[in-house]
Each structure stands twice: as structure tokens, then as C-alpha cells.
């Protein structure tokens, strides 16, 4: 049976400026944290660095060009602050604003709609010296900066994205120090990242409804804690249900009712971060949509033992199918991943920015890349995705992460996401047959006229 799609559905692929662009200190562009990070000994697999990584800066063309190859209706890409303002605020570097204009407009020929993330991770390193995301002040550094962009591009984008999965930026960057910055800050610091990143959302929100020259969309893209029911009872429904408010509430409640979560506030004692009623209202401007990156999710299971919460999760068997990112795979995190935040706020629409696989691809001998196995999982997860929508869950588009293999932070390039094949030693692409099977997979599912 061919399922089909609504015909404004927006199929895309996903990238982030850092992961792909290479050219980390041309053209005027600053050191950003990545950067700092990347060149400290021990921090990446392999030593490996986003120094060069696709090269996309100076490839770009070509990368279109394989993009209307497969017939990419949409790409969602990041912006790199450093390249735009090298110190992070103040002075406007030309060079950067004309990488993305020359992007954009070969998109817009190609007739690629450019969704565009305003921050995918990549700080000025300037600004991070002046105190990163600990600091409040960063979220007028972000609006200005914003302002620039939009200024800049606005007249041909009308998708913008805030930031990228707040909770990788606070947890990874400042709590675990797995990702830059590397800091392991104590709890009330990590809390006061989190109230400046949803900060930095909130004032990005105004500053591109204000700004732009064209009827623009703005949202934020999130990673929310997934959670599947373990099997089909109301009562493990119920329980998952539970667990995702539990573990997405500190998220969810600022961005949509504008306050803490009170219960948690108070669990949190001295930790809490600062914050003013004036904060809480622009962290809750309303937003056209909000983006979520999924990858795989924890089954849950009711609960019913004394002093429980009524929930519990459980292991993945053994032996399930994992990524190479060692990530269970199961199709249902999109479906339960798009319900639940359908059920408790009023969300205008949704979009699937992120989802995909890293395997272990090989070329062939004839030079084929035969991903057999990442069609099984987008042809799943697209499936997952139409069920949502049939109930009714509205869901305006997919992002397929990723384009083409590259940097995958802390694990350097060892990991391949791509629907290209990226050699990183000559720079050459090859579409992989899972490129050639969303190109048909797209063409197919669009509802018959
Ligand atoms: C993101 C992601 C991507 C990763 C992908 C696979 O936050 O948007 O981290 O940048 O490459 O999620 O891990």
C-alpha cells in the first residue's frame, strides 16, 4: 500500500554550518567554540576536526546541484554566528553574510526551499569568553546577531529556526562537557543555561517577526525525551504519558504556559536559575511551529509498585537493532513523539527537523553505496510520521538528518548519517541508494491529483 502524504508536505534534509562547512578561518570568519574545543587534544575520536569536514563552504554549489539531483524540495541548514560577527557582537563581516547569500540564492534556483537555524551549537569563542551561555547578556547578543541575518536574508527566506536542541547545548556543553564548551558547571549554573538558551529563543522570535522583509515562519527546533509505551494497554499509554510530561515539562512549560513547572522549581532548592516575569513572557512568545529532532526513544511501562511514580522504563532487549550511535531503533518514537506535546499544549504545527541513521556504509566494488538497511529505517519512521498525520496530528514536514556524512561532534567523523557518501580524503560524493529512494519515495507518496 503507498501511503500519501498531504501535498504541502515539506520533504527535506538536515545539516548543521560546523558539521559541514569547513574553511574555519577564512574570509574573516571568527574562532568559534567548536573550534576551540575541536583543536583541544582529547575532546574528538580520532583527533578529528571540523577544519575542513565536507569543505562545504567552497562546495556548496555542487552540493545543490545533488540536491536537485534527487529532487530535495526543502534543506534546513545553519547559519555560523562567528562567520557573520567574529566577536560574537559588533562588527559585521561581509565575507560571511555573502557565503549565505550565494547559498540561498543557488537553493532558490534550484527551487529548494531554505529553512535556516540560526544556532546549531557553533558559539564565538569571543562570546564564551565573556562567560558563553552562563551569561544572561547573550540573549541580546543573539538578537543582534539575528537582526543581522534576518536583515541580510529575509527577503528570500521565510523559515527561520531560533536554536538547535537546547538540552544538548546545556546538558552536553556546560554540564557534561562531552561537547564545547567542555565546562561541567554545578547544577544552578547548567539551570541558568537553560533560562538564557530559552531566553536567546524568545527574543530570536521577535527579532525575526519585526525584521523580516517577508511574511516569515519562526520557531524553535527541540530534542525532546521520547517516550513509547512498552506495549498497547492504556495503561502503559498512560504511564509513557506521564513520563514524557515528567521528563519534557521543564522544556514545554516556559515556551507554552510561560512559567516553570512549579513542582520541579521547588525540587530544584538554591539551584534555580534567575529569571523575571518580563523573561517568562518573551521565552513564551507564541511561535509558528515548533521543530523536533527524534532519533529513537525509551519504552515505558506502568507502575504499580508502592511509592512508584507509576511509571517505569525498561531495557531495550539485547539484541534489538542499533545504530552505529549504539541507538535502538524503533519506529514509534515519531508517532509518540508527536502526540504527547499534541496533547497538552496547543501547538500550531510540527515538524520532524530531524531524524536518520548512522551505519556502517561501505562502497561497493562498482562504487555503489548499498544502505539497505537506512531505507528500512526512514521507510519505517516516514510510516510512523503518516500515522501521526491521519489522526490528525499536524505535522508540516520531514527533515531526513543528514544530507551528506560528515562531522558528527564528538565522535569526528566516524559516524555516517548521510544519504551521500562523503569521502573525506578526495571530497567526493556519492549519492547512496537510500538518496535515490527518498528522491522516489517523495515523488510517489504525493497525493494522487
Ligand atoms: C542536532 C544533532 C545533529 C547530529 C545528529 C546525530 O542536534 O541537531 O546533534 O547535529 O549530528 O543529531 O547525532
Not at 571568527?30 to 563552504?57: L, M, Q
Not at 538497511?373 to 500515522?387: C, M, N
Not at 580524503?425 to 549519492?431: A, Y
Request: charged residues 25%; aromatic residues 12%.
Amino acid at each position: 500500500e503507498t501511503l500519501h502524504f498531504p501535498n504541502k508536505f515539506i520533504w527535506g534534509c538536515a545539516t548543521a554550518s560546523y558539521q559541514i562547512e569547513g574553511a574555519f578561518a577564512e574570509d574573516g570568519k571568527g574562532e568559534s567554540i567548536w573550534d576551540r574545543f575541536s583543536h583541544t587534544p582529547g575532546k574528538i575520536k580520532n583527533g578529528d576536526t571540523g577544519d575542513v569536514a565536507c569543505d562545504h563552504y567552497h562546495r556548496f554549489s555542487e552540493d545543490v546541484n545533488m540536491m536537485a539531483e534527487i529532487n530535495l524540495p526543502a534543506y534546513r541548514f545553519s547559519i555560523s554566528w562567528s562567520r557573520i560577527l567574529p566577536s560574537g557582537t559588533g562588527k559585521v563581516n561581509e565575507k560571511g553574510l555573502e557565503f549565505y547569500d550565494r547559498l540561498v540564492d543557488k537553493l532558490l534556483e534550484k527551487q529548494i526551499i531554505p529553512f535556516v537555524t540560526l544556532y546549531h551549537w557553533d558559539l564565538p569563542q569571543a562570546l564564551e569568553d565573556r562567560g558563553g551561555w552562563r551569561n544572561k547578556d547573550i540573549a541580546s547578543a543573539f538578537a543582534e546577531y539575528v537582526k543581522v541575518v534576518v536583515n541580510r536574508l529575509s527577503d528570500r527566506v521565510t523559515n527561520w529556526m531560533t536554536l538547535n536542541e537546547l538540552p544538548c547545548v546545556a546538558f552536553l556543553g556546560y554540564q557534561d562537557g562531552y561537547h564545547a564548551p567542555g565546562a561541567k558547571e554545578p547544577p544552578q549554573v547548567v539551570n541558568q543555561v537553560i533560562h538564557n538558551l530559552l531566553l536567546a529563543h524568545g527574543l530570536g522570535v521577535q527579532v525575526v517577526r519585526t525584521q523580516a522583509k517577508k511574511q516569515p515562519e519562526v520557531g524553535l527546533v527541540h530534542n525532546p525525551a521520547v517516550k513509547i509505551p512498552a506495549t498497547n494497554s492504556p495503561e502503559d499509554f498512560a504511564a509513557a504519558k506521564a513520563a514524557w510530561f515528567e521528563s519534557n515539562a521543564w522544556w514545554f512549560e516556559p515556551l507554552y504556559k510561560g512559567k516553570y513547572p512549579r513542582d520541579l522549581w521547588q525540587e530544584k532548592g538554591k539551584d534555580v536559575p534567575e529569571i523575571t516575569d518580563e523573561e517568562m513572557e518573551i521565552i513564551s512568545t507564541p511561535t509558528d511551529f515548533l521543530g523536533l529532532n527524534m532519533y529513537t526513544g525509551a519504552l515505558v511501562k506502568a507502575d504499580n509498585t508502592p511509592g512508584s511514580k507509576g511509571f517505569k522504563e525498561i531495557p531495550y532487549p539485547e539484541d534489538h537493532p542499533k545504530t552505529t550511535m549504539g541507538w535502538p531503533i524503533n519506529p514509534d518514537c515519531i508517532y509518540y513523539a508527536l502526540k504527547f506535546p499534541r496533547e497538552k499544549y496547543d501547538i500550531p504545527k510540527l515538524y520532524v527537523s530531524e531524524n536518520g541513521c548512522a551505519l556502517n556504509d561501505v562502497i561497493s566494488e562498482e562504487g555503489k553505496v548499498y544502505d539497505i538497511s537506512r531505507i528500512h529505517y526512514l521507510r519505517d519512521h516516514f510510516a510512523s510520521a503518516h500515522r501521526a498525520i491521519k489522526e490528525g496530528i499536524n505535522l508540516a514536514g520531514y527533515f531526513v538528518w543528514t544530507l551528506m556524512d560528515n562531522f558528527e561532534w564528538a565522535y569526528g567523523c566516524s559516524q555516517r548519517f548521510g544519504i551521500i557518501f562523503t569521502d573525506y580524503s578526495s571530497q567526493k560524493r556519492i549519492l547512496k541508494q537510500s538518496a535515490l529512494w527518498y528522491k522516489d519515495f517523495i515523488e510517489k507518496t504525493k497525493q494522487p491529483q
